[in-house]
């Protein structure tokens, strides 16, 4: 288990930062995209990974003709992806699972079917965005326009997420199937507003679109070229695709594969070739909540013992920030901002001796330094 701990942590660039101009595009890549579906959380994951990095990094790549794109792909959650293997993201991941819901609110709320959709409501507003970004309201108020012209209902009482008070308000917008359809991508946010734009114009020019059963291929590879060797179950885990998605994607990959023996009884595949000895990570790695090492894999017993996995997934689909010690998640921490900069619990799932709370507490120094902030360590 401490070699493939070290493959893994080598491999995400946790044992040895990533450095140079376009470092935030190497990591995104590396880790087959970082989980962002918080923004600002997520700028701690590559902080993680990339020596001397500085928030201006993701943000000269994450814009238009840049060299990443934020946008809904695996487990239906933002991931911060590069630009070059959109397609391969978008289009080969779970979205066509998600295509029943969309048609039964659609039909629910009396909206014709996808066809409709794209030709009456999503490209009139591509058309309409040519070159430019829009508002998430801005977005709305052209769908309920759109909706009323062809005679629909524009406005409704909605009941959305766990909320038990109906709202009033657009009867569609379409923001997150337009997105899982390869159509719009998330442009950044206007003050409290998030940004959209047509994917054509947010990617470099001259990208056309794939097919989506080489899409599917092509993303199961890349993940299998990023955390292999793997199981069936962790790529289902990793990408929510359906069983049988995986198990074709695999048989198209069969001819290149290596199947590993892991002394666990399962297959696990990877391509080889990762015969060098990798790196030892350094003593300690703070990690934000969801990062992408600990949505890996279904099986998380390369960086976290089965008795404390509850400890870090918690209920209502949480995800703690975690710490490493020595390449394995020894605590949490939680954070929170305070007149004099910030204060960090971090929570021991393990005995820590002396020497390594003074080595956490001197990763927050460095942590402090990054987030421009003084921040004051307590154990629990």
């Not at 399962?266 to 015969?275: L, R």
């Not at 990570?281 to 017993?301: N, Q």
């Not at 390594?356 to 330094?369: H, L, P, T, V």
Request: hydrophobic fraction near 35%; include cysteine; glycine fraction near 8%.
């Amino acid at each position: 288990m401490r070699a493939l701990n070290r493959r893994l942590l080598a491999s995400q660039y946790l044992s040895r930062k990533a450095s140079g101009s376009r470092a935030v595009v190497k990591v995104a890549e590396a880790c087959c995209g970082i989980n962002s579906q918080d923004l600002l959380e997520s700028y701690s994951s590559f902080w993680a990974r990339i020596d001397r990095f500085r928030d201006s990094d993701l943000t000269s790549e994450l814009r238009p003709k840049g060299g990443l794109v934020r946008t809904w792909t695996v487990r239906s959650t933002m991931h911060t992806i590069p630009a070059k293997d959109y397609y391969v993201h978008v289009l080969g991941g779970p979205g066509r699972r998600f295509q029943p819901w969309f048609d039964n609110a659609a039909k629910r709320r009396g909206i014709p079917d996808r066809d409709f959709r794209v030709r009456f409501l999503y490209q009139p507003l591509l058309d309409h965005i040519k070159g430019r970004t829009v508002t998430s309201n801005e977005v709305k108020e052209f769908m309920v326009e759109r909706l009323t012209q062809r005679g629909l209902k524009g406005r409704m009482k909605l009941q959305r997420g766990w909320s038990s008070k109906p709202t009033y308000g657009p009867a569609w917008t379409g923001v997150s199937e337009m997105s899982h359809l390869g159509l719009l991508v998330n442009a950044g946010r206007k003050g409290s507003e998030s940004l959209w734009m047509s994917s054509a114009d947010y990617l470099a020019a001259g990208r056309s679109v794939p097919d989506p059963e080489e899409c599917m291929v092509e993303l199961v590879r890349k993940y299998i070229e990023c955390y292999g060797p793997v199981s069936r179950e962790d790529i289902a885990y990793w990408s929510f695709l359906l069983k049988k998605d995986v198990d074709m994607a695999l048989e198209a990959l069969k001819k290149d594969l290596t199947n590993e023996d892991l002394h666990s009884g399962g297959e696990y595949f990877s391509f080889g070739g990762a015969s060098r000895e990798a790196p030892e990570p350094p003593g300690v790695v703070i990690l934000p909540e969801f990062d992408s090492l600990m949505m890996g894999y279904k099986d998380k017993s390369r960086f976290l013992s089965q008795d404390i996995v509850k400890k870090v997934f918690g209920g209502l689909a949480a995800v703690n920030r975690t710490i490493l010690l020595d390449g394995f998640v020894a605590a949490t921490w939680k954070r929170k901002r305070n007149s004099a900069g910030m204060m960090v619990d971090v929570s021991p799932l393990r005995t820590l001796k002396a020497g390594e709370r003074r080595s956490i507490e001197g990763e927050f120094a460095s942590y402090a330094d990054y987030q421009g902030t003084s921040i004051s360590v307590e154990f629990k």
